[in-house]
């Protein structure tokens, strides 16, 4: 089946930026997405690209999107306590197929 | 804040036994997805209800069963519960029919199957 890929654990010191890579398997994926998690909450949305972009920013937050190498990555500038959490990467194939995620990746910010 | 609610936040529950999880979608929205996270892993998709039939479902056994109402609420059932099925329980809702669209979380509910 399809695979989503990240590496589990970063660490930044507060005011650095943080970059958080994802990779996958499908190539047919048609969205892809990060999601943020708190400890004991749901996942909230945090930002979407369509395939067909490479890149797309919003605020603290850019994403990249190398659809030859099938990765991409969500930076955060000048990163928070707050943004202490763990950050899932999810894509979306062609057709009515469901979101397929990664395992997560926990970043941990230091004051 | 999504708008989606799921009650109740934490559940536990003993082997064999049977359990209901319920699910308010957003406004406007009238599908929702289900989905089982267990610890340290992603989220893993259940099935997807839009107007009240199922469309389209995972790697899941049939005793995961589900129901929307007309009001674009859901339920989630597990019979025969297994200690694996501890996990928590994350309800989607979408705007559309279509996997694709964009899914808006709700908290979830623990499950802890002793």
């Known amino acids: 089946g399809e695979d989503v890929e990240q590496s589990l654990f970063l660490s930044v010191r507060e005011g650095d930026s943080s970059v958080i890579n994802c990779t996958y398997t499908d190539s047919s994926s048609t969205y892809l997405y990060w999601y943020k998690q708190e400890p004991g909450a749901g996942l909230q949305l945090l930002t979407y690209?369509?395939?067909?972009?490479d890149m797309k920013q919003d605020q603290r937050l850019t994403v990249l999107l190398n659809k030859k190498d099938k990765h991409l990555s969500l930076r955060i500038a000048d990163t928070q306590t707050g943004d202490s959490a763990i950050y899932f990467c999810a894509e979306k194939g062609s057709g009515n197929t469901p979101l397929v995620f990664g395992k997560g990746t926990r970043l941990s910010v230091i004051a | 804040e999504t708008g989606v609610t799921q009650s109740p936040t934490h559940l536990i529950k003993t082997r064999g036994q049977q359990v209901t999880l319920r699910c308010s979608s957003q406004s406007g929205h009238n599908t929702v997805s289900w989905y089982q996270q267990a610890l340290g892993q992603g989220p893993q998709f259940i099935f997807q209800?839009?107007?009240?039939?199922?469309?389209g479902r995972g790697n899941f056994p049939p005793r995961f069963s589900g129901l929307q109402f007309p009001n674009y609420s859901s339920e989630l059932n597990v019979n025969a519960l297994e200690l694996d099925d501890s996990a928590l329980y994350l309800c989607?809702?979408?705007?559309?029919?279509?996997?694709?669209?964009?899914?808006?979380f709700g908290p979830g509910t623990r499950l802890t199957v002793l």
């Open positions: 690209i369509f395939s067909n972009m």
């Open positions: 989607a809702s979408t705007p559309g029919r279509l996997l694709t669209d964009t899914q808006y």
């Open positions: 209800y839009y107007r009240e039939e199922e469309n």
